[in-house]
């Protein structure tokens, strides 16, 4: 028996609580492919998006593009569901410098608030040099309070 608050990993079916997603609820750009977006709610009701992106004009395509030529942007909305808004490149890509240790496959930011309000982001990346290497990195969004 689960103690009380708690469900043991039998009486938990998260696959009948996942929902269809609504086919208006996604957020795409023209020119870009788009990929693993992390969104926060600003004390000003709005929701903070960032996401991986990467042009569908690079001759790589989507594999290996988004290994060369990823960057992180922003994005901003007024529901979790969207529509967001395309504002700014958060962390442009870097170039292929071996000294760089995010220099390729920046992206997959996840995001959450300091409890200073600052944004504090999670990414993952690897240096030209190492080959397949994972690494990550942190950075705050350079934001007095929350947006």
Request: charged share 15%; proline share 7%.
């Amino acid at each position: 028996m689960a103690a009380v608050g708690h469900a043991s990993a039998a009486e938990l079916n998260l696959g009948a609580l996942i929902q269809p997603v609504p086919l208006d609820s996604k957020f795409a750009l023209s020119n870009y492919y788009v990929w693993c977006g992390s969104a926060v709610k600003g004390d000003d009701g709005r929701y903070h998006l960032f996401y991986s992106r990467w042009p569908t004009s690079n001759p790589n395509k989507f594999a290996p593009g988004w290994a060369i030529v990823s960057e992180v942007a922003y994005a901003i909305g007024d529901s979790p569901r969207g529509p967001f808004t395309h504002v700014n490149v958060a962390l442009p890509k870097r170039g292929t410098n071996a000294a760089d240790f995010d220099s390729l496959r920046l992206g997959n930011p996840a995001v959450t608030f300091c409890p200073d309000g600052k944004i504090l982001m999670i990414y993952k990346a690897v240096t030209a040099a190492s080959g397949d290497t994972v690494r990550f990195g942190a950075c705050v969004i350079l934001a007095a309070t929350r947006p």
